[in-house]
């Protein structure tokens, strides 16, 4: 089955913390992204990969990192983790940039 | 700035009646529109798209209007179904911005 797998699907962790979430896909994409959702600010992008070794700034990528070493995994890293990082984060794939994008299932963050 | 703007931030539609979700977009160069769905817990779906050589695309209970002139596309579910209830993201992509911007998303309740 086609799918965007990530985990965990709820961490709760505390301030300070390094923590990684993971992210696969199994379709081939070239395009990956990490978008995280706030009440009543949507979507908002994170960091995104065109391909492998190949990532780029979305509109709020503070306090994060990245990495594409592989064309399937695309992880994301909070260093140093803040409560204002607490959120909804989704990984996403598409064959190509700008087109339809498949979201994994979702990972419920918080940071105390 | 906010490109893509979903200016309800919920509609509330009897089962059965039409449900229409407005979005309106500032960059001209968009030209690729799609619509996803969100329900709780869940990752978002894709549910319709629109290139902005047509002003109009069906699939089955779905239908997206695509007005250039007006900067302004919506989305008509026809007849709304209880399961509809969801959050919905307008999400456009074009010109040198290829990465997908969405909106604030729209909290659709329908009402059996």
């Known amino acids: 089955e086609a799918q965007v797998t990530q985990n965990p699907r709820y961490l709760i962790t505390v301030t300070g913390k390094k923590l990684t979430v993971t992210c696969s896909q199994n379709m081939n994409h070239e395009y990956m992204s990490w978008y995280r959702q706030d009440p009543g600010l949507g979507l908002r992008q994170i960091y995104y990969s065109m391909n492998v070794e190949v990532t780029d700034k979305g509109d709020v990528p503070e306090g994060y990192k990245v990495s594409r070493k592989e064309k399937r995994n695309f992880p994301l890293i909070l260093e140093s983790p803040s409560p204002n990082q607490t959120s909804l984060y989704f990984c996403?794939?598409?064959?190509?940039?700008?087109?339809?994008?498949?979201f994994g299932s979702g990972t419920q963050l918080s940071v105390l | 700035d906010q490109q893509v703007k979903q200016n309800s931030p919920s509609l509330s539609v009897q089962e059965g009646r039409i449900s229409i979700l407005n979005c309106d977009y500032t960059n001209s160069m968009f030209d690729y529109f799609l619509w996803y769905k969100k329900y709780p817990a869940e990752g978002p779906t894709f549910l319709i798209s629109?290139?902005?050589?047509?002003d109009k695309n069906e699939d089955g209970r779905f239908t997206v209007f695509l007005n250039k002139s007006a900067k302004h596309l919506s989305l008509h579910i026809v007849p709304s179904q209880p399961g509809d209830s969801a959050v919905y993201f307008c999400a456009g992509s074009g010109g040198s911005n290829y990465k997908l911007t969405f909106g604030k998303g729209t909290l659709l309740t329908v009402n059996p």
């Open positions: 629109i290139s902005s050589i047509k």
């Open positions: 996403a794939s598409s064959l190509v940039d700008g087109e339809k994008l498949f």
